[in-house]
């Protein structure tokens, strides 16, 4: 019993030493998902010549083979078909797929259209319409600063409505388009590449007739200019898939409250390079509505952290 209780001991350390190089790595790799996800309206910048609709296909396409291919070479088809057996499940990646279309379309135009901070914007209220969601959808209870967030985040949209002279469509429809999104997926309960699997394949036909119909009208821009172009497309496969399996990996190694933290890297960085790369702008009354939005966000991160602290607390407590 001394010796079972010796060879405990001698494995703690070494076990202590693989969960801190795991919490490392998804350290890395989320915050390597959430910076390329930061930079993603360079990419979108240097297809501006083509069609916001005609990238998306592309980016459905490209994605799904991509995707494919990754399965086939894990040998994972097999959860694959499990997973379109599961009829429920289907249907909730299905409409996923709705929503996510919406969201990729709508941040191509936005990027290629001069909004790049506005689609910046939609990603910090990301968080807040999830909150807001939750309410609605699962009847959960507000905390206190749950509600103090939710109420800068609305006093936000009122200041950017006024100081625009229109409300921030952009941003309320990325925001709610992938708040959605990510709700569909949680209730789905499926992995990330299969999910994403089903969802491109769901929309694989509409872009492949859609594709054909820009062929058809001679507009298609894929094989008819440079062949840099022409790889930038072929290149969304890869561009949408390695940041969503950067992201899975982190969200498998470190707790939720830090994998939240690190999502503002995305925003944070869009802003940076809307003002500073692109040359967008950003005048006081704008900036003030930011302002309240990243008042509602710490708030709400304050939050989530004592919460998961205090929830560790009660696990640890004895009986």
Known sequence: ?????????????????????????????????????????????????????????????WSLAVVLGV????????????????????????LAAVFISINWLTYIWAVNSGHVVDAALGYYVNPLFTVALGV???????????????????ASVLVLTVANGRVPWIALVLAGSFGMYGYLKKDAGAAALTSLAIETAVLAPVALVGLAVFAGRGEL????????????????????????????????????SMLGLLQYITPTMQLIVGVAILGESLPPARLAGFALVWIALTVLATDAVQ?????????????
Do not use: C
């Open 71 to 94: 399965l086939a070479v894990q040998h994972r088809y097999a959860e694959l078909a499990t997973l379109v057996r599961h009829r429920r499940s289907l249907q909730r990646l299905a």
């Open 1 to 61: 019993m001394n010796r079972a209780g010796v060879g405990s001991a001698s494995e703690q350390p070494a076990r202590g030493a693989a969960e801190r190089t795991a919490q490392r790595h998804g350290i890395t790799a989320g915050f390597s998902a959430y910076a390329l996800w930061g930079v993603f309206p360079l990419v979108f910048r240097l297809l501006e010549e083509v069609s916001a609709v005609e990238i998306l296909f592309h980016r459905i396409a």
């Open 136 to 154: 609605i959808v699962l009847h959960e209870r507000l905390r206190p600063a749950q509600k103090v967030a939710l109420g800068f985040g609305v």
């Open 307 to 319: 919460s998961e602290r205090r929830s560790r607390r009660i696990a640890v407590e004895p009986v």
């Open 221 to 256: 821009s894929f094989t008819n200019g440079s062949l840099w172009r022409d790889a930038l497309l072929a290149g969304l496969g890869v561009v949408t898939a390695v940041p969503l399996l950067l992201f899975a990996t982190a969200a498998t190694r470190i707790p939720l």
